[in-house]
């Protein structure tokens, strides 16, 4: 069974410009979430998807970021205009069930480096 | 808020010794917690989840407990290999109506061969 996939794995930009970011979560699953990780910290949620809702969108800035699911399967992650402080690993998390409380299964991440 | 800290942050072992990561939270009413492995520039791997009613999961050498009421979580890992060098995260699942996972820092684990 085919993990979370995520691509890219790498992108490099400079500042002002726009990025998108895109997520295959596991077959079956109807909860998606996306994370941001610092270096040396835990991941953060940003948005948490059931279908094609976003029932928990309260972290993710959305002067500059968003989000979609269309069809409740692929999501994308569109951060415009990108900034310094956006270098981070973004995660995509997927799992079985509603409400967040099944076991969270993620993707390798996307590593933005913003110049 | 749910805070989750990790102790210590950085550990080094030789192979074979047995030893236990550490993990507190301040929230007790949490829905159940999660271990979670991460290798350097990959995601995380699911190793142990353990419901809140539940004390122990044991999977192979790793076995994980639990005390609500204390707030804490212990990941044992036994015979330790090298292969097992890597981050380990703890995640506490809380918040009744809009559970969110939060996550520790991490303990950084180096097994010497």
């Known amino acids: 069974e085919a993990g979370v996939v995520q691509s890219p794995r790498y992108k490099i930009i400079e500042k002002k410009q726009p990025v998108a970011f895109w997520c295959n979560p596991i077959?079956?699953?109807?909860?998606l979430y996306w994370y941001l990780q610092n270096l040396g910290q835990g991941p953060e949620l940003l948005i948490r998807y059931e279908n094609e809702e976003a029932v928990d969108d309260s972290q993710l800035p959305k002067d500059r970021f968003s989000a979609e699911r269309l069809k409740g399967v692929d999501s994308t992650l569109k951060i415009q205009p990108a900034e310094l402080g956006d270098s981070a690993v973004y995660l995509c998390?997927?799992?079985?069930?509603?409400?967040?409380?099944?076991?969270?299964?993620f993707g390798p991440g996307t590593r933005l480096t913003v110049l | 808020k749910q805070e989750v800290t990790q102790i210590p942050a950085a550990l080094s072992v030789p192979e074979g010794e047995n030893l236990v990561l550490n993990c507190s939270f301040t929230d007790s009413a949490i829905y159940n917690l999660q271990w979670f492995r991460q290798d350097p520039g990959k995601g995380l791997t699911s190793l142990l989840l353990?419901?809140?009613?539940?004390r122990e999961q044991t999977s192979g050498r790793l076995n994980a407990s639990l005390d609500k009421s204390s707030g804490r979580s212990t990941l044992y890992i036994a015979a330790s290999q090298p292969g097992d060098s890597a981050t380990y995260l703890c995640a506490a699942l809380s918040g009744a109506g809009s559970y969110q996972l939060t996550f520790g820092k991490g303990t950084k684990l180096s097994v010497i061969p």
């Open positions: 077959s079956g699953h109807n909860t």
């Open positions: 353990i419901q809140s009613s539940q």
């Open positions: 998390a997927s799992s079985a069930g509603l409400a967040g409380v099944g076991e969270q299964f």
